[in-house]
């Protein structure tokens, strides 16, 4: 025990010389945008809460209804005891935002990308990735033992290179990528990234975690690229639709497979009631409220038109500001200005592009997206 507390002491230690050790705080959140941290309350704008759907009395409500019909959890594994019935309803109403036959909810948006992608591709296959996908995307390849190819972010030229080279090598291929990117905010070329796959036989799977309930990007209702085929429709219930959980919406076959050998699907247990009836609640609101879903872009745009930054694409801006200390200091000081905007540091982004993430919400109000563009106008004035 001696030698493992010396090695968690050491690796603690060079953590804080950097200025990379993390620690918890805890946060309550209000209705709206704020939150109270340390007995201060804070606009935060930091949450992924896009719709602000986690704080909707109706969601609120329905969360509650069904933990007392059905229980505070699942109990076992969906395949034993755990589905119950709200799940299926779910899945069905996932599948029909999404324009697929099938659904597949999975107990969080990580498990769903390192339970789906080892079960459609392994040895002797080719798992070509997004090189700032997310982690659980990252994970998920690595799971699975196929050979992994990484491609310049967004790059289609240098994809279709590497398929060109790795395709013929491989038994199945699987291209992955984030919808929107949850780091920088940009939107991948599913389009493209959709032409590209048919014509090399490759399986598209894209994570649309920061983009449902806000860019619509499969080819459901109102999707942003209409007219691509992604056959394989990843997403979490833990952002716009403000509960937890995660799902894959596509073919009834692939639906199939993923229930009976997806791992993380048969060997945990299912999600429970609560957070089923929430992300059922919140589709309700989404499908009766389609104004409410453009908000969220609409506020990040008023913020980089202040700032003279180019427009967002979706609610997610970076203010890049390099190194780890500088970010950190940056938080700080809008914090105590009354805001909360959380340092993002490596490892999360790349050395050298420690940043503000800043998330905007249909909760926020104009005039503290104003405010906030000013308080960090202000901070790069002076650091220039």
Not at 106 to 120: A, D, R
Not at 136 to 146: E, F, K, T
Not at 160 to 188: K, Q, W, Y
Not at 306 to 335: F, H
């Amino acid at each position: 025990m001696q030698s493992l507390d010396a090695f968690a002491g050491e690796k603690l230690a060079a953590l804080d010389a950097k200025s990379l050790l993390r620690r918890l705080r805890p946060t309550r959140r209000h209705e709206g945008a704020m939150v109270e941290r340390d007995g201060k309350r804070l606009i935060s704008f930091s949450c992924n809460d896009y719709l602000g759907l986690s704080q909707h009395p109706a969601v609120r409500a329905a969360a509650a209804e069904a933990a007392l019909n059905y229980g505070a959890g699942a109990a076992a594994s969906r395949l034993v005891t755990g589905d119950h019935p709200l799940l299926s309803d779910l899945e069905k109403r996932l599948a029909r935002l999404k324009g697929t036959e099938a659904a597949c909810v999975f107990g969080s948006g990580y498990l769903t990308n390192t339970g789906v992608i080892p079960t459609l591709v392994g040895p002797g296959d080719a798992i070509f990735v997004d090189a700032l996908a997310h982690a659980c995307i990252w994970a998920g390849a690595q799971l699975s033992g196929a050979k992994i190819v990484k491609f310049v972010h967004n790059d289609v030229d240098d994809l279709e290179r590497l398929l060109g080279a790795e395709r013929p090598l491989a038994r199945r291929a699987l291209v992955a990528t984030d919808g929107v990117f949850s780091m920088d905010g940009d939107i991948a070329p599913l389009d493209v990234l959709s032409d590209l796959c048919a014509s090399y036989d490759a399986w598209l799977l894209s994570d649309d975690a920061h983009g449902v309930g806000v860019l619509a990007e499969g080819r459901g209702s109102g999707a942003l690229f209409p007219d691509a085929d992604i056959p394989l429709q990843m997403g979490t219930l833990s952002k716009a639709l403000g509960s937890y959980g995660g799902y894959l919406c596509g073919s009834q076959a692939v639906i199939d497979l993923l229930k009976t050998r997806a791992r993380t699907l048969v060997y945990a247990t299912g999600l429970p009631p609560a957070s089923a009836a929430a992300a059922l609640a919140s589709l309700d609101i989404i499908e009766a409220e389609p104004a409410l879903t453009v908000q969220p872009v609409a506020k990040a745009r008023l913020f980089t038109r202040r700032l003279g930054l180019p427009d967002a694409v979706s609610p997610i801006v970076p203010v890049v500001l390099g190194s780890a200390d500088d970010a950190l200091a940056a938080s700080a000081a809008l914090e105590a200005q009354g805001f909360l905007v959380v340092a993002i540091r490596p490892p999360t982004v790349p050395e050298g592009t420690a940043r503000l993430r800043i998330a905007f919400s249909a909760a926020h109000a104009d005039t503290d997206v104003i405010r906030l563009a000013d308080a960090i106008a202000d901070l790069r004035r002076v650091a220039a």
